[in-house]
């Protein structure tokens, strides 16, 4: 898996953070101390996974590739096994026992949908995954690339995935601290939705996982956005591998739903 570590690489987040100001008196916390489970309403999703889900009953190796920016490729992260598709790899391998199971970082700090669109071919089909998932959204609300812009970006790069033999799963968009200093930031959120629900594809719903664990004071905000020099996402990057794991394997796996990472 790869990790960059170049303020190039730190990308819109880390813009995110100086721009809402760094926390105050926060330091990072243990990993035992944050708990990550949440119902199976708010991470599940109806929509099947066929290809990943076949792998799985066929006792195939299972590859998948996590596509996105600075929160998957890890940035912020203690290392590159707290990255959340590090994370989620070793909770899938308690989860699912006895298969072979890959899961590739495609992740590259301050790109946007339509960079990652660009390297499907190069970056994600190349390693043949029947798995592929997809962060997008948050360097395009930012900068405000275009509502429809965005759209056919993401159509055209869910086409794309599945034309090479793989099933999609969106995620979607960090909850923002002070998101009135990106007032364009809650429509780039819905579009990605419209998006999934116009192809029949599911999204992992990142948003609304971490409003309800802040919320219930289970991470702070702070926690969310990598700052210059301190490691406070591992948790939420803890608490997203997990849920997606859980998720994941419920949904290609009936076993899996009894037991535990």
């Given amino acids: 898996m790869r990790l960059f570590r170049s303020s190039r690489a730190l990308g819109p987040l880390l813009a995110l953070s100086v721009l ?3 926390a105050q008196g926060s330091e990072p916390r243990v990993l035992t ?21 076949a792998a799985i009953a066929d006792g195939q190796k299972l590859t998948i590739v996590a596509l996105g920016s600075s929160s998957t490729l890890g940035t912020g992260a203690s290392s590159e ?23 590739i970082n495609s992740g590259v700090g301050g790109n946007s949908a339509h960079q990652m669109y660009q390297r499907i071919e190069a970056d994600v089909l ?10 997008a959204g948050v360097f395009d609300a930012i900068h405000d690339i275009g509502i429809e812009k965005f759209k056919r970006i993401l159509r055209k ?17 960090l909850p923002l601290p002070r998101a009135d200093r ?15 629900v116009e192809t029949d594809t599911p999204v992992f719903r990142r948003g609304e996982l971490f409003s309800t664990l802040i919320t219930e004071g289970r ?8 700052t210059a020099g301190d490691n406070m996402v591992d948790g939420s990057y ?12 419920e949904k290609l796996s009936p076993r899996a739903a009894t037991v535990r990472p």
């Fill in 182 to 196: 990106f007032p364009a930031y809650a429509s780039y959120v819905a579009a990605l939705h419209e998006v999934a």
């Fill in 157 to 173: 790069g869910i086409a794309m995935i599945r034309e090479g033999g793989a099933d999609v799963l969106l995620m979607d968009q």
């Fill in 81 to 103: 096994e707290r990255a959340y598709p590090a994370v989620m790899r070793t909770a899938l391998a308690s989860l699912l026992q006895g298969h072979e199971i890959d899961v």
């Fill in 33 to 53: 101390d944050v708990s990550c489970p949440v119902p199976a309403t708010l991470r599940s999703f109806p929509a099947d996974l066929p290809r990943a889900r």
């Fill in 238 to 249: 803890h608490c997203l591998g997990v849920n997606l794991a859980r998720t994941l394997a």
């Fill in 126 to 135: 190349s390693e043949q995954p029947k798995l592929v998932i997809w962060q």
């Fill in 20 to 22: 809402l100001g760094p």
């Fill in 219 to 226: 991470l702070r905000p702070d926690e969310m956005l990598p």
